[in-house]
């Protein structure tokens, strides 16, 4: 079933026909000057959001030309991450390179077999980092009796940040290996990448946790980016100068990289 008709089914309803309210094919959204896929309210998934939480409809950068080439992993059927910035890859064996795996075959779901055993050492797969890690790195589906879900914290995180931040998931994980998953002031490294915040400049996005995808800046542990970084930069300029905190703000991290303009918005 699709999701409208299980949903039908799963409250008791007679399953009544929903293609009424399908998307014309090609709509685009209605937010001045926004030609993105309509999401839902005749917005795309970004101004829908925002408008959904009350907030004003910023305009958005343009989206990337979607992947149209295929992963050069024998016997892979993904599509390459971004194949218009020259990626070859697709998402998880893109992961494996920047981590300095073997690029070997997916495994896209745990085989049901195979459940007993992993969970009887204590550890299960994350089908996008491609990765055998504690349980304990899960979060437990209880609608599946418990069964761990197939995208380890880090990853689900990971993918929540990017969809918040307007990059994408490859651009992301490029930014942890480009830091080495260290802070880039303190240069701490947390047990988990969950323990570092994606930083972005305030000027440019006031709201907190979200960015057009222009201004994010780098990866900061906790202590740098709500202490040390928000105070130094609202109070530049009548405080003594710092070089490393001038240098990340000036020149941040995801612009040495590429992946944005950089510099601190006036």
Known sequence: MCNAHYQQARRGSMLARVD?????????????????????????????????????????????????????????????????????????????????SALVPLITR???????????????????????????????????????????????????????????????DRLFAFQAQRCALCRTRPPHIDGLNLDHDHNCCPDKGRSCGKCVRGLLCWNCNAGVVSWYERLRGTVPSYPLFDEYLDKPPAARLGLTEGGTQP
């Not at 309509?38 to 992947?67: D, K, V």
């Open 110 to 172: 745990t085989p049901t077999e195979r459940l007993p055993e992993l969970l009887a050492r204590d550890v299960y797969w994350c089908t996008v980092c491609q990765q055998e890690l504690p349980v304990d790195r899960f979060v437990r589906d209880h609608q599946r009796d418990g069964v761990p879900r197939s995208r380890c914290r880090s990853c689900s995180g990971m993918l929540t940040r990017a969809n918040k931040f307007n990059i994408s998931f490859a651009d992301l």
């Open 20 to 100: 009424s309210w399908k998307i014309p094919e090609g709509a685009v959204c209605t937010a001045p000057g926004c030609d993105r896929p309509q999401y839902s309210l005749a917005r795309c998934r970004t101004h829908y959001q925002q408008q959904s939480e009350g907030r004003p409809l910023t305009s958005l950068p343009a989206p990337r030309p979607a992947p149209d080439g295929s992963c050069q992993v024998v016997a892979c059927t993904k599509t390459a991450e971004d194949a218009a910035r020259g990626d070859v890859l697709c998402l998880s064996h893109g992961v494996m390179q920047r981590r300095g």
